[in-house]
């Protein structure tokens, strides 16, 4: 049996010049620094691309969620490369579409609806997280 983990990996894409790109970085960061702090990591997709071993063990021995900006699912297919199963894969215009009031915008740096839709989608996976990090299903 695995040993419980303790931490769950949340991998945005790289999302450069996409502004769903920047929703799926904003949402890792809000899950990272205000909604479970101390429960989730992340790391820099091309770490995984150039095969940094730190980032490797990382993402094989920890329960791992892909944000990603667009179709081409660009870090989901990174961590499949590793021949890891992401626990859960998000697409960042799903979050857009449950909430249609907040239609996000800016790429560098996301506007307020945009924002306000990334702090809600932490939220929403928060629950997601604590089951990884009980061990269970999420
Ligand atoms: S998934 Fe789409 S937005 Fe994200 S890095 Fe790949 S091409 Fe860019």
Excluded: W
Excluded at 18 to 41: C, N, Q, S, W
Excluded at 87 to 98: L, S, V
Aim: aromatic content about 2%; hydrophobic content about 40%; glycine content about 8%.
């Amino acid at each position: 049996m695995n040993p419980k983990p303790q931490k769950v990996v949340v991998l945005p894409c790289s999302g450069i010049g996409k502004v769903y790109g920047a929703l799926a970085r904003e949402t890792t960061y809000e899950l990272m620094d205000r909604v479970r702090p101390g429960m989730v990591v992340t790391a820099c997709l091309p770490l995984l691309v150039v095969e940094d071993p730190e980032t490797r063990q990382l993402v094989a021995g920890n329960p791992v969620i892909t944000i990603d900006g667009c179709p081409k699912s660009c870090a989901r297919k990174c961590v499949e490369a590793q021949g890891v199963t992401p626990r859960e894969t998000i697409q960042a215009m799903d979050f857009y579409k449950a909430h249609k009031d907040c239609k996000p915008d800016g790429i560098a740096e996301l506007d307020e609806n945009g924002r306000r839709l990334a702090a809600m989608a932490a939220d929403e996976m928060a629950p997601v997280v604590d089951a990884l990090v009980a061990g269970g299903e999420k």
